[in-house]
C-alpha cells in the first residue's frame, strides 16, 4: 500500500496527464480540408475552387463573378464562375469542415470523471474523492483516429468529384444554351421564308392563280415553321435559365451575354486504345472503392481487437476521514464476456468487407464499360458532325445556288426557291445539332474518365458502414 502511495500514484497521474496533453494538440487545419479539392481542380480543369467562410470571402467571389461577366461567357468562364458561385458546391465544400471536426474530435480524450462524497458516522466524518478515465476508450485511440482520418479523405474525395461533376454539368448546360440560341436564329430565318411563301400564295389565291391545295401547303408550311420557333424559344429560355441556375447567379447577374455560334469542330478526334487503363488509373469512384475495401479490412482487425474489451475503465481514489489516515488507491473496472463474446460484432463486419469487395469489383466493371460506351459516342458524335458539315451543308449550298440560277433563267418559281432555302436552312440547323451533340459527347467522355459522383457517394456510404461495424464497439 505504501508503494502504491509513495510512487504509482504519482506515475499514474503524471502519466495520464501526459497522454491527455498530446492529444489535446490535435488540431485544425489552416485551409479546412480543401487543399486536396483545389489540386484535383486544377489538375483537370486547370480553375480555382474555393470556399466562402465569411463575408469578406463572399465580396471577393462576387468581384470575381463580375470581371467574368463583364464579356460575352466563354465556357472556361461560365465553369470558373460555378465552381466559385454555386451555393450547393459551397454546401458540399463545407463537409470538408465537419469531416475534419470529426477527425480533429476522434484524436481527443473524453474528459475524466470526478466523484465527490461525504459520509458521516456518528461523529466520523469521511470524504471521498475519484477520478474515473475510460482506458477502453484510450486503447482505442489510434485506431480510432486513423478511422475518422480515412474518412476524411473519403470526404475530400468526395468534394473533388463533386467539384468535377458540376464543371461537367455546366459546360453540356453552356453548349445546350448557345446551341439552342442559335437554333433559334436559323428557325426564325425559315419561319421568314415560309411567311414570304404564304403571304405569295395568299395574294395569288385571291387573284385566282393559285388553287386550294397550293394555298394550303404554303400555309402549312407557316404554320409549322412558327410551332417551330416558339419550340426552339422556350428551349432556349430552359437551357439558359439552367445554366443561369449552375453558375449561382440572380438578379442583374442573370443578363450576361452568350458568344453566338458554338466552338468549331476539331481537325481530328481523339485517339485512346489504352482509355480502359486510363480511366482505371484516375476515377475517383474507382479509388474512392479501393480506399473503402481497405478501410474496411483495418476496421475488422480493430472489431477483433476490441471485441472482448468493451468496457474498461481507471479509477484514481482518495478517500480522507478525520478519524483515520487518509486513504489513496486505484480501481480498474471491465465488463466480464459472459454472455456477449462479441462474436456478432466479428460476423458482422466481415459481411461488411466481403459487401465492400464486391462493391469496388461491380463498380470496377461498370466504370470500363461506361467509358467504351462515352468513347465511342464521342466518335460517333464526330463522325456524325463532320458530315453534316463537309457533306450535307455543302451539298444543300450547291442545290441552292443551282436553284438560285435557274430561278434566274425563270426555270423554276419562287415557291420552289423558298422550299429549297427552307431545306438548306434546316441542313444548317441540323449541323448545329450535331456540333452540340460533339461537345456533350466530349463532356461526358472527360466525366467518364474522372468518375461519377453518384457511385463515389456509394463507395464513401460502404465506408461508413464499415466505420460503423470497427470503430462504433
Known amino acids: 500500500m505504501d508503494l502504491i502511495q509513495g510512487r504509482l500514484w504519482p506515475r499514474i497521474v503524471l502519466g495520464f496527464a501526459a497522454t491527455m496533453l498530446v492529444a489535446g494538440c490535435a488540431g485544425f487545419s489552416a485551409d479546412g480540408g480543401i487543399a486536396p479539392v483545389q489540386r484535383s481542380a486544377k489538375d483537370h480543369l486547370g480553375m480555382e ?17 463580375s470581371a467574368l461577366l463583364a464579356q460575352p461567357l466563354a465556357v472556361d468562364a461560365a465553369v470558373q464562375i460555378a465552381l466559385l458561385n454555386n451555393r450547393g458546391l459551397q454546401a458540399a465544400l463545407h463537409e470538408l469542415g465537419i469531416a475534419e471536426a470529426d477527425w480533429v474530435q476522434a484524436g481527443r480524450l473524453p474528459n475524466p470523471g470526478i466523484g465527490f462524497g461525504r ?96 394555298h394550303s401547303r404554303e400555309q402549312a408550311f407557316y ?38 455560334r458554338l466552338p468549331d469542330l476539331p481537325a481530328s478526334p481523339r485517339d485512346q486504345p489504352d482509355i480502359e487503363r486510363l480511366a482505371m488509373a ?34 484514481l481514489l482518495h478517500e480522507s476521514s478525520n478519524e483515520a489516515p487518509t486513504r489513496r488507491g486505484w480501481e480498474i473496472g471491465f465488463e466480464l464476456p459472459l454472455f456477449d463474446w462479441g462474436d456478432a460484432r466479428v460476423a458482422r463486419a466481415e459481411s461488411v468487407y466481403m459487401q465492400a469487395v464486391h462493391r469496388a469489383a461491380e463498380l470496377a466493371v461498370n466504370a470500363r464499360s461506361e467509358v467504351r460506351e462515352a468513347y ?28 438560285l440560277l435557274r430561278y434566274n433563267g425563270m426555270l423554276i418559281g419562287v415557291f420552289e426557291l423558298l422550299a429549297d432555302a427552307r431545306s438548306q436552312i434546316a441542313s444548317v440547323n441540323a449541323a448545329i445539332d450535331a456540333l452540340r451533340d460533339f461537345w456533350i459527347a466530349q463532356a461526358d467522355l472527360d466525366m467518364a474518365l474522372i468518375g461519377k459522383p453518384g457511385l463515389a457517394a456509394a463507395a464513401a456510404i460502404s465506408a461508413t458502414a464499415a466505420d460503423d461495424a470497427g470503430a462504433g464497439h
Open 119 to 214: 459520509f458521516t458516522r456518528g461523529d466520523e466524518v469521511e470524504r471521498e474523492f475519484g477520478l474515473h478515465f475510460n482506458l477502453a476508450h484510450l486503447i482505442a485511440l489510434p485506431m480510432r483516429r486513423q478511422v475518422e482520418s480515412r474518412r476524411f479523405a473519403q470526404v475530400q474525395g468526395l468534394a473533388a468529384t463533386n467539384v468535377l461533376s458540376l464543371a461537367a454539368d455546366t459546360r453540356k448546360a453552356w453548349i445546350m444554351a448557345v446551341a439552342a440560341e442559335e437554333t433559334v436564329r436559323y428557325t426564325r430565318q425559315v419561319m421568314q421564308a415560309a411567311e414570304a411563301g404564304a403571304e405569295l400564295a395568299r395574294r395569288m389565291a385571291a387573284v385566282g392563280n393559285f388553287n386550294k391545295l397550293q
Open 49 to 65: 475552387v474555393d470556399v466562402a467562410r465569411s463575408e469578406a470571402d463572399r465580396e471577393r467571389i462576387e468581384r470575381r463573378v
Open 223 to 260: 404554320a409549322d415553321a412558327a410551332l417551330n420557333v416558339a419550340r426552339a424559344a422556350q428551349l432556349q429560355r430552359s437551357t439558359r435559365e439552367r445554366l443561369t441556375r449552375l453558375m449561382g447567379l440572380w438578379g442583374e447577374q442573370t443578363d450576361f451575354r452568350l458568344p453566338e
Open 376 to 403: 465511342g459516342a464521342y466518335r460517333s458524335a464526330w463522325d456524325i458532325a463532320q458530315h453534316q458539315r463537309d457533306e450535307v451543308v455543302p451539298l444543300r449550298q450547291r442545290i441552292s445556288e443551282e436553284n
Open 282 to 315: 484516375q476515377r475517383l469512384d474507382v479509388q474512392g472503392a479501393r480506399l473503402a475495401v481497405e478501410q474496411t479490412a483495418r476496421n475488422l482487425g480493430l472489431t477483433r481487437t476490441t471485441r472482448f474489451v468493451n468496457v474498461l475503465e481507471l479509477g
